[in-house]
């Protein structure tokens, strides 16, 4: 499944890139190639997978030596989404051999988080093929890293959430526990409803439940999704139930300490949505190596 890298992850990239290099080289540069690498030598790089995984982030490459040195040309020789395996060349980059290892760093401190992310995405679709539920990533993102660590998700099979605050309504307890507070007849229904009136219907309202009676209270409201928070299986199963004589029209995601041992089993219940905050908080880097030989 190939993903395109849009002008969105290319904006969200660029500003990255330059915050990366300017920690990195601040006014003096790099001292090391300035000690030791000849301004003359060029070389050819290899960007090579040393693990099993999924790829994101490649485009990401050529932008750093866009914005480094423009003399460095990279070839890329797979898509994003693409199955890695050890030794799949990625990309290939030729050009002067200080700007090279200048760069090496940054390209691989993205290229590894964000293959992380898709890799540990595409482990969460599998386990659950074969079932109803789509895998979904949350907001607990890096700050400055949500559109590209977002789009590494969509690289391994995931779907995206809403991207911000700004482009849905999701009420959850604390919200509920705030508006309560000065209403003389608080119920999640009314809630809705409100939250419903104050966007004209133009956006879905969810909204975040932690028993089935607040559940039945939500869906007297019929909200378009309703999150059930750290809910068993079991409780789960009796939800979906009582959905579907309530509100059949009301998506459920199932959300709270989901991990890869018990993904599956929420799935099974019926959910149409399953919420995963590890996807981009607890991704483990994929090893890439940046292999380089020397240019006549």
């Known amino acids: 499944m190939t993903v395109p890298f849009t002008e969105i992850q290319e904006e969200a990239a660029n500003i990255l890139i330059k915050l990366s290099l300017a ?13 030791l690498i000849d301004e003359a030598d060029h070389a050819e790089i290899k960007i090579v997978a040393r693990q099993t995984g999924v790829l994101a982030g490649s485009p990401i490459t050529s932008l750093i030596f866009a914005e480094l040195d423009p003399g460095v040309v990279c070839t890329q020789h797979l898509s994003d989404g693409d199955a890695l395996e050890p030794g799949s060349l990625i990309t290939t980059c030729a050009g002067p051999l200080a700007s ?34 789509t895998i979904l990533d949350t907001r607990k993102t890096l700050p400055g890293w949500r559109i590209l ?13 809403r991207m911000g605050l700004y482009d849905g309504i999701l009420i959850k307890d604390n919200h509920l526990a705030a508006w309560a507070s000065r209403t003389s007849h608080p119920s999640i229904a009314a809630a809705i409803r409100q939250a419903r009136e104050s966007v004209n219907g133009e956006k879905g309202i969810e909204v975040e439940v932690d028993t089935l009676d607040q559940l039945a209270d939500a869906l007297q409201a ?5 999150l059930l928070d750290n809910m068993p299986p079991d409780t789960l199963k009796q939800a979906i139930q009582m959905r579907n ?37 607890s991704a483990i880097s994929l090893d890439i190596g940046f292999d380089w030989k020397r240019r006549t």
């Open 245 to 281: 004589e309530q509100s059949p029209a009301t998506l459920l995601e199932a959300s709270g300490g989901i991990n890869l041992n018990s993904v599956r089993s929420v799935a099974e219940t019926g959910v149409e949505r399953i919420s995963v905050g590890a996807l981009t908080h």
């Open 100 to 133: 090279i290892l200048i760069g090496e760093r940054t390209v691989l401190n993205f290229m590894t988080h964000l293959c992380g992310v898709a890799s540990l995405t595409a482990k969460y679709v599998q386990a659950i093929q074969g079932t109803n539920a």
């Open 222 to 226: 019929k909200p378009e999704i309703v």
């Open 23 to 35: 920690e990195d080289l601040q006014q003096t540069g790099d001292l090391t190639c300035q000690a």
């Open 149 to 161: 660590e977002k789009y590494a998700v969509t690289a391994g099979g995931g779907t995206n959430h």
